[in-house]
């Protein structure tokens, strides 16, 4: 009887897996298609800024040609005017006709200078939005490959050891651990080389360079822009580093890297957080698995989160308990608190969704999670991981 009952479920489990390879695989599909495209309108925008580039070249050399020669056709009309006497009524004519002729040719150059100057900028910045989309279309894409593989391959292989395995739990596990794998490979990446965006800024220094010796103030004006562009560009890059996966974790641990990230929390807000740590049997902290650690900081990082957007708290304590055989953390605000009940049922509640996710992190590990708030009372949240050694 109970051969039977696991022979069914191990049918209906590559039922649901089957049913599931091909939806991503269909997923994936229009996700590639969409990048596709992207990439070609990218491609097509890149060739219009390129040209642009050399036309706002040439642009700028040839108001300059104009300029001087109005400048100096000018400073002949104003010798003419002076000794009229000199000069005969149709040479006067020919020198103010060319003038005048001079003058309006530059500020119909100039008025093109500006406005292919505004296109310029306003292609720059399509540019990145469309090479944004093409980087996400990427990341979801190369996301729904690694779930089909693990679930064309690892995943068939648990259906035929079902009895030995919890497979929900080492399942949970598996995704958990693969996805932060991703996310320290994308960190070291980004970390080590310069981001996409930077791709713009030669041509901002090209225009400076040219400017410098014409035009000192719109030279000015432009190193201030590319000089907001590098520092917006490296800060972009630096919280997105951290968000994808805080490199001192793996360097020095959960704790150190908790407290960096309180810091940076308090100096943007206007609470403060209180940490309490106490270790128990002897415990080292090298000794819990990294797992833990991940989820312990992911559960503080989402908490937290979720207490700048909508407690309005002014005060934090976060306690962290840590042993041989679990981590224990919680999370206390004197915020305005919600109704807890509302949130399992408003599926469009961003709290909800957070909610979701730490809840979802915890029980995969074999966890206890539990979230309790009151109107005015403020919100408690509670996670309890055991270290498992085999596992680990």
């Known amino acids: 009887m109970e051969k039977a009952r696991n022979l069914k479920e191990n049918k209906r489990l590559d039922e649901i897996i089957d049913s599931t390879i091909i939806s991503i695989q269909q997923s994936s599909t229009e996700i590639k298609e969409i990048s596709h495209f992207a990439k070609k309108e990218y491609q097509e925008l890149e060739d219009e800024f390129l040209k642009l580039r050399i036309e706002a070249s040439?642009?700028?050399?040839?108001?300059?040609?104009?300029?001087?020669?109005y400048r100096i056709s000018k400073s002949k009309l104003i010798i003419v005017n002076k000794n009229y006497d000199n000069y005969s009524e149709e040479e006067m004519k020919r020198i103010y006709d060319k003038t005048d002729h001079l003058r309006v040719q530059l500020v119909l150059e100039r008025e093109r200078e500006m406005n292919i100057v505004k296109r310029r900028n306003e292609l720059e910045l399509h540019l990145k939005s469309v090479r944004n989309i093409v980087d996400k279309a990427d990341k979801v894409s190369n996301d729904f490959e690694l779930v089909h593989n693990m679930l064309h391959g690892n995943l068939k292989d648990l259906t035929e050891h079902i009895g030995q395995f919890k497979s929900e739990r080492l399942l949970g596990y598996r995704?958990?651990?693969?996805?932060?794998?991703e996310r320290q490979r994308i960190a070291r990446e980004l970390h080590d080389g310069p981001a996409q965006s930077l791709s713009n800024i030669s041509f901002k220094a090209e225009i400076c360079l040219k400017l410098v010796d014409k035009d000192i103030a719109k030279a000015k004006l432009e190193l201030q822009t590319l000089k907001g562009r590098i520092h917006e560009t490296i800060e972009e890059t630096r919280e997105l580093i951290y968000n994808l996966r805080p490199m001192s974790i793996d360097d020095l641990g959960l704790v150190p890297t908790l407290e960096r990230y309180i810091d940076q929390v308090e100096s943007v807000n206007d609470f403060s957080i209180q940490l309490n740590i106490e270790y128990q049997d002897g415990l080292k902290i090298e000794n819990i698995p990294k797992i833990n650690s991940l989820t312990l900081f992911r559960i503080v990082q989402e908490s937290l989160n979720n207490i700048q957007k909508y407690a309005d708290a002014d005060e934090i304590i976060i306690n962290l308990i840590l042993n041989n055989q679990y981590t224990e953390i919680s999370i206390d605000d004197n915020g305005c608190g919600f109704d807890v009940a509302q949130i399992k049922t408003d599926s469009l509640a961003h709290t909800g969704l957070g909610v979701s996710i730490m809840r979802e992190r915890v029980n995969l590990l074999a966890g206890q999670f539990d979230l309790s708030s009151k109107l005015g009372q403020g919100t408690r949240v509670f996670a309890r991981l055991p270290i498992n050694r085999e596992r680990s």
Do not use: N, T
């Open 58 to 69: 040439e642009l700028i050399d040839r108001v300059e040609k104009l300029d001087r020669e």
């Open 175 to 181: 995704i958990i651990h693969a996805q932060e794998e």
